[in-house]
């Protein structure tokens, strides 16, 4: 039996992994159509830049990952390819969340909204009570990043949603769209430091409220291995 911190027993489940290293542009057209349930990414953001930021009080430089650096071009052929493939290895009634910040999240929102069959369900904001500040002291600080879910509708077949037991994790109240969780604690990064890794309890969330035992769960941006 399986106990979430503070919650109570939930599941009684045994899941099985796969793990598949490489490019997620050559690796996703490998997989079936519609074998998953439920499609989880944390794609790049498109944030990051060649001089990499500049702290305004300090030497110290970030946002310099490479794998995060495209042209608007390059990107905007990135998210069609990913997102097409995905949603093709998704079931009919099988759900997608997406996440990002306003680098990315509106573009993403675009080319979702100009697929067939394709509904947007959702936007959640997750605030970030313990977020860091701003390194340029010249814009406000980004405590936010924001979670599209949307749902593959089709075969006479929509989405799932556990409204009975995401209700239970919310105390017995509907639980809204805007989600207060913090920073990724350093006792969740055993795989060691990741610029980007989401906490446990974000996609504990998702994966509770979309999906039932026995569904398979792609992530095809697995970072830290947080979803599996």
Known sequence: MRKVKNWFTLLKM??????????ALEELPK????????VFA??????????????????HITMQEEWDIFSK????????????ECLRILKHGGSLWVCGSFHNIYQVGFILQHIENVKINNSIVWFKPNAQPNITCRM????????????????????????????????????RNVWSIPLTPKTEK????????????????????????????????LGSGTTS
């Open 140 to 175: 406000f600080t980004e405590s936010t990043e924001h979670l599209i879910w949307a749902s593959k509708n089709g075969n006479g077949k929509k989405w799932k949603f556990n409204y009975e037991l995401i209700k239970k994790l919310n105390e017995g109240k509907q639980m």
């Open 190 to 221: 055993w795989a060691g430091p990741h610029p980007t890794q989401k906490p446990i309890e974000l996609l504990r969330r998702i994966i509770l409220a979309c999906t039932n035992e026995g569904d398979t769960v792609l992530d095809p941006f």
């Open 14 to 23: 045994k899941t099985t992994h796969k793990l598949i290293i490489g490019d």
């Open 73 to 84: 071009d390059d990107y905007l052929q990135f998210n069609q390819k990913w997102l097409k």
């Open 31 to 38: 997989i079936p159509d519609e074998s998953v349930d439920l």
């Open 42 to 59: 944390d794609p790049p953001y498109n944030m990051s830049k060649k001089r990499g930021l500049g702290w305004k009080y300090s030497k």
